[in-house]
């Protein structure tokens, strides 16, 4: 488990990271969103050790990680901007890797980097952005530590690329509880495959929520009720956002299903169904209520 405990970060007089309390389980998918500027990547280099808090603190199971080398281990930091061995190749990079970490799997490295079509001897200096991702990851999938820090990890990889990614991350997940926390300003990107997500903004966690928590008591109802029910209907529901065009209303409720449901029932609607929410909306929905506009803020 990883916790930071008011972790903060200064450059001279921005605040970059704000007094972040976070608690990271084990075998999750932790995304954290927010815009650019927002923090995340201070935050990840924060949680690398890359950084040295000016307040707080970074643990991996109790362990402190700046300047720790055992908790080091335990962890990959794929970088935004990705740095590699002066015209070094793959192949280089893998027996660097190697020294670093004693699980590197030089094996399936080596069938990942075949599939991939990412030549082991060629200069990586030559390669595509898009290449230079994808070897970063397959470095750090092939470490074999217990946590996986993506930075931006999935921008310059085209849909089948992103799909092959997360689907390696899945089955690490499922074969070795391999924890990826995954930055992003992108929450569609997130969507399926994120277990809790953090929306950062100015340098603090607005919101930390699991995603089956906010699904289960978050809802969209569209509906044509009869306007002399209308009233009673409304009453009894936890309204968070309403539109209407023309008769048909469009709500955001919070509760539980069923009590939804028996509220909508109760009035005997003309017309009404529950509509699962995207992320998005969950979220664009969660932020107003803290007062914050979502679509200023991450999109």
């Known amino acids: 488990m990883i916790e930071t405990v008011n972790l903060t970060k200064r450059f001279d007089d921005i605040v970059a990271v ?32 890359v950084l040295r808090p000016d307040e707080g603190t970074v643990t991996i199971d109790g ?44 094996a399936r490295f080596g069938k990942l980097l075949e599939s991939f079509g990412l030549p082991s001897s060629r200069r990586i200096s030559t390669f595509s952005k898009g ?26 990889l085209d849909p089948v690329m992103r799909q092959t990614v997360k689907s390696l991350f899945a089955n690490d997940m499922e074969e070795r509880n391999m924890t990826p926390i995954i930055a992003s300003h992108n929450l569609r990107e997130l969507e ?24 289960m008591n978050i809802h969209k109802v569209q509906c044509v ?7 009673a209907c ?19 409720v919070r509760g539980e299903r069923e009590k939804v449901e028996a509220v909508m029932k109760a009035a005997d609607p003309v017309f009404y169904e529950l509509i699962p929410l995207s992320l998005e909306e969950i979220f664009i929905s969660e932020t107003e209520v803290a007062g914050y506009d979502i679509k200023k803020l991450v999109f």
Do not use: W
């Not at 290449?131 to 990890?153: N, P, W």
């Not at 399926?192 to 699904?215: A, N």
């Not at 409304?234 to 956002?241: A, C, Q, V």
């Open 234 to 252: 409304l009453s009894g529901l936890e309204i968070i956002r309403q539109e209407r065009r023309g008769r048909l209303l469009t709500l955001t």
């Open 225 to 231: 009720l009869d306007q002399e029910k209308e009233s």
């Open 63 to 106: 362990t402190p990680v700046y300047e720790s080398e055992q908790a080091k281990r335990r962890f990959f930091y794929i970088s935004d901007d990705q740095h590699f061995l002066g015209n070094g190749t793959p192949a280089d990079m893998m027996a660097f890797y190697r020294k670093m970490y004693s699980g590197f799997d030089t």
């Open 18 to 49: 704000d007094h972040v309390n976070a608690v990271i389980r084990d075998g999750s998918v932790f995304g954290l969103v927010g815009t650019n500027g927002a923090g995340k990547s201070t935050f990840l280099r924060l949680l690398s050790g």
């Open 192 to 215: 399926d495959i994120c277990d809790h997500v953090g929306l950062l903004h100015r340098g603090g966690i607005l919101l930390s929520r699991d995603l089956d928590e906010m699904k």
């Open 131 to 156: 290449m230079k991702k994808q070897l970063s990851v397959l470095c750090g999938i092939c470490a074999g530590t217990d946590y996986l820090f993506c930075d931006e990890t999935f921008d310059g």
